[in-house]
């Protein structure tokens, strides 16, 4: 395809920066382009099985402590979020979500599980909202290292390591590029490795053999090499 037809596509802004990492090649920054696509489709596969698997062993965790219907039950007359107006943001959220299924009549606790974002699932390891479900959360990751005198790996860390997580998946799902580095705008994928790498420790505090599950799936070195070769 001649540049001129990519460009009217994807826009003159969106390609300037590519155009520029290229040197002024646009056969090389349309392969950029193309590279970065298949970069953040790779990424955003990992972050989705993360996600989910999260998901999933934080709920483990909080239906032991606050029984089988614990997220709707949280925004009910008596919930832990129902009445803190610290974590009002997360109660409406949850209620609206809520509110949708019973029209629809089609609640489920899972159905409810699934429509919650990453950010719920970060929010719970704020201190505020990790206080409000019990405490318990840090149990999701039962391989995580003891903390020190001079690092702590408490919800406070493992809020900021989320937070990373998910500034990730919402740069992709906003197509914003994941090639380049942030200051001065050359072909870079360091960020994005470095993101790869905090999964794949998050997934082994959380004791899941990250190469089993992700057999097939992870290709993010050989498209980073890819696109560093460019």
Known sequence: ????????????????????????????????????????????????????????????????????????????PGGVFYSDARVDKTRKIIDNAYRELIRKQSYSHSQLLSKME???????????????????????????????????????????????????RNRIAHHEPICFNKTTGAIDTSYCLTIYARIMTLFQWMDIDSGSLLYGLDHVGTCSDKIMSI
């Open 118 to 168: 990453f950010g719920i699932w970060k929010y719970l390891y704020s201190n505020v909202h990790y206080a409000l479900t019990g405490q318990v959360l840090l149990r999701v990751f039962p391989n995580k290292p003891r903390s020190t005198r001079t690092l702590h790996y408490d919800n406070s860390y493992m809020f900021a390591a989320l937070d990373s997580v998910n500034n990730m």
């Open 1 to 76: 395809m001649k540049f001129q037809y990519f460009e009217d596509a994807f826009s003159a802004d969106r390609m300037g920066k590519y155009v520029s990492a290229c040197n002024g090649d646009t056969r090389r920054a349309m392969m950029l382009y193309r590279c970065n696509l298949r970069l953040s489709q790779e990424m955003f596969t990992l972050v989705s099985c993360f996600e989910v698997t999260l998901r999933n062993r934080i709920d483990r965790q909080l239906q032991a402590r606050l029984g089988g219907d614990w997220l709707r039950d949280a925004v009910l």
